[in-house]
């Protein structure tokens, strides 16, 4: 509104002077649809605080805002790195009227996932195929990073997606194929790591091409020294050498051939399988 101020002066003898100065009060407000926002967020998370600015005040294109943790001026208020629980004040003007809201943030359980081993996986039925069991990871993550749910997966734009999960427990995957798991906890925080996979060498070896072959005894049986392949395999050291009967037993590890070198059959042709295992 308008307002008059009289102001005079007096000169003596009763003579005064006067003026008439005319005043414009105006009241500025800050008016505010809600002054408090909660937000569940999660560690390492960025948030654009900015986003909220309509929420505490619908014409927020008028009014001025500044963000503060603490006493401390938030300069990016756009991203803003959650790395606990904290109350953000934010300051709303018009002109010189300010009036405060709060953002309150509640950081949520997150998982952090830091693997500090690799995890050796083998080709170990000969297929060309190695054999990943999952299991051992998830045992590893519930140990070291915490009760959360894991999935796997073979990219990682799957598991930001969460689509194309591995199913089962075990996986088979071609050479220096790459893993991903996402941990989960029971509300918005996740987590995404590759797993440390170290994929075991084939032991280089030549194969055989000697036929071994023997004179039978009287009872029809004949005695190989399996051993003497062990020339042409070409194998370096450190290089544990078993002999099996069959093919399965090789890969199962059964029934291996304990005398080598004095292997008795009565067998007229066979085949012996050769199992290569280097620590």
């Known amino acids: 509104g308008t307002y008059y101020l009289r102001l005079e002066y007096d000169l003596g003898d009763e003579t ?21 926002k909660n937000l569940d967020v999660c560690y390492g998370q960025f948030v654009d605080l900015t986003a909220y600015e309509t929420y505490f005040a619908p014409t927020a294109n008028t009014y001025t805002f500044t963000y503060y943790n603490g006493t401390t001026v938030i300069d990016n208020p756009t991203s803003y790195e959650i790395t606990s629980t904290s109350t953000i004040t934010v300051k709303i003007g018009n002109g010189s009227c300010l009036l ?32 990943l069991d999952l299991n051992n990871i998830r045992t590893y993550l519930l140990n070291s990073t915490g009760a959360f749910t894991y999935s796997f997966y073979l ?10 999960p591995i ?7 071609d050479l220096n194929q790459e893993v991903w798991v996402r941990a989960n906890n029971d509300g918005i925080c996740f987590y995404i790591a590759t797993v440390p996979l170290l994929y075991g ?34 194998i370096g050291a450190g290089v544990t050498v078993k002999y099996f009967p069959t093919r399965e037993d090789a890969i199962a590890n059964t029934n291996e051939i304990t005398t ?16 290569l295992a280097e620590s």
């Open 16 to 36: 005064k002077c006067t003026k008439i100065i005319e005043i414009d009060l105006v009241i500025v407000r800050v008016e505010l649809a809600e002054t408090v």
């Open 100 to 131: 405060d809201a709060t953002i309150e943030l509640n950081l949520q359980d997150t998982p952090i996932i830091e693997f500090g081993e690799m995890f050796t996986i083998c080709d170990t039925n000969y297929d060309g195929a190695y054999d």
């Open 167 to 173: 199913a089962g427990d075990t996986v088979d995957l």
């Open 201 to 234: 060498e084939m032991i280089q070896y030549t194969a055989p091409v000697t036929n071994l072959s023997t004179c039978a005894d009287e009872n029809g049986n004949g005695t190989f020294d399996l051993t003497t392949v062990l020339a042409e395999l070409g």
């Open 155 to 164: 990219s990682e734009a799957d598991a930001i997606n969460q689509i194309n």
């Open 260 to 275: 080598p070198t004095a292997w008795v059959t009565n067998a007229a042709t066979g085949t012996i399988f050769i199992h």
